[in-house]
């Protein structure tokens, strides 16, 4: 009967310490993965709803026409637009070759003081290519315009 009874605490032990390390295990990845996950916004959802200063996203669209200045050193200010809003961008670094004005661009940074602040900055690759999230953000304002095959 004493045997039964040890077999069945050890039991619960095991389950009991296995839970632990599970919660445990869990934490540190969603401490790990704290700055790892960045919402996408669209230009017009940051006009609606300005997120926090310490909010870390991307917002991706079209970089505006005319918008584009370079200031001294490695500062480049611009507008990225959905059509339906613009939003001010303000980048200190060395953008990628295929970034322009009138192509889409993605990046990642904070809004603050009406800005935003890009810690990174991604233009499209390749003639064809615009992340999912922008060309339905661009669909949703009705700027979005498919490419010919081969142009």
Do not use: C, W
């Not at 039964?4 to 605490?9: A, F, R």
């Amino acid at each position: 009967m004493a045997l039964s009874t040890l077999k069945k605490k050890r039991r619960i032990q095991v389950i009991a310490l296995a839970a632990v390390a599970l919660v445990i295990s869990t934490a540190l990845i969603g401490y790990a993965m704290r700055d790892g996950i960045n919402f996408f916004r669209s230009p017009s959802q940051v006009a609606e709803e300005p997120p926090s200063p310490d909010e870390v996203f991307r917002i991706g669209g079209l970089v505006e026409e005319g918008s584009l200045i370079r200031g001294s050193g490695e500062t480049i200010a611009f507008r990225v637009t959905d059509g339906g809003a613009s939003v001010d961008v303000v980048y200190t670094g060395v953008l990628p070759d295929l970034f322009e004005e009138n192509q889409g661009m993605v990046g990642t940074g904070r809004f603050i003081d009406g800005r935003f602040e890009a810690t990174e900055i991604l233009a499209k690759h390749d003639e064809t290519y615009m992340p999912k999230e922008v060309v339905d953000a661009l669909k949703e304002q009705g700027v979005y315009q498919e490419s010919a095959p081969g142009s």
